[in-house]
T-cell receptor, first 113, second 108 residues
Framework: NAGVMQNPRHLVRRRGQEARLRCSPM?????VYWYRQLPEEGLKFMVY????????ESGMPKERFSAEFPKEGPSILRIQQVVRGDSAAYFC???????????FGQGTRLTVV | GIQVEQSPPDLILQEGANSTLRCNFS?????LQWFHQNPWGQLINLFY???GTKQNGRLSATTVATERYSLLYISSSQTTDSGVYFC??????????FGTGTRLKVLA
């Protein structure tokens, strides 16, 4: 029973490029959450999605960031025109129910050069 | 919103020593998890413990929900225990609030 799968594990982008981070939730989980961890800090909530719907994006920066969870395929966190301040670890979590136990993936480390 | 404080912020131990990490939270919670983030950045779930006591090998955790704190015990520490330990809570919602972590270094 595979856990939450994130890829890539490491991603390097030049300033101005686009970053796409992927998250496949655990089998049977339809609730996906994205968190961001800046260097030397704890994780902070970004967005909560269910299949084809964004439920809560209150933690997402207003510009350049978007997320989706299509009917088929993984959830995608997309960062357009990356800047150095976007360098961070991005973690995805999934749960079976909205307030259920959330399982976290191994994270994607984004480095913007 | 709910506040989560962890102590101590930093801890250095000699291999074989025991330690207690604390997590205080400012409101009642229905979800609480302890995580270990290893030096490679991987986040490993240790315990799901909104209340009560659990044990897993050398690790155990206790949450006293009525007094709004949780403790993580590490016995006979090993160098592989090094990393950052996070407490994360959720209160009637899906959003986990993470503490700032306890940075543990175990010396050989």
């Amino acid at each position: 029973n595979a856990g939450v799968m994130q890829n890539p594990r490491h991603l390097v982008r030049r300033r101005g490029q686009e970053a796409r981070l992927r998250c496949s939730p655990m089998k049977g989980h339809s609730h996906v959450y994205w968190y961001r961890q800046l260097p030397e800090e704890g994780l902070k909530f970004m967005v909560y999605l269910q299949k084809e719907n964004i439920i809560d994006e209150s933690g997402m920066p207003k510009e350049r960031f978007s997320a989706e969870f299509p009917k088929e395929g993984p959830s995608i966190l997309r960062i357009q025109q990356v800047v150095r301040g976007d360098s961070a670890a991005y973690f995805c979590a999934s749960s079976r129910a909205e307030q259920g136990l959330a399982f976290f993936g191994q994270g994607t480390r984004l480095t913007v050069v | 919103g709910i506040q989560v404080e962890q102590s101590p912020p930093d801890l250095i131990l000699q291999e074989g020593a025991n330690s207690t990490l604390r997590c205080n939270f400012s409101d009642s919670v229905n979800n609480l998890q302890w995580f270990h983030q290893n030096p490679w950045g991987q986040l490993i779930n240790l315990f799901y413990i909104p209340s009560g006591t659990k044990q897993n090998g050398r690790l155990s955790a206790t949450t006293v929900a009525t007094e709004r704190y949780s403790l993580l015990y590490i016995s006979s520490s090993q160098t592989t225990d090094s990393g950052v330990y996070f407490c994360a809570v959720a209160s009637g919602t899906y959003k986990y609030i993470f503490g700032t972590g306890t940075r543990l270094k175990v010396l050989a």
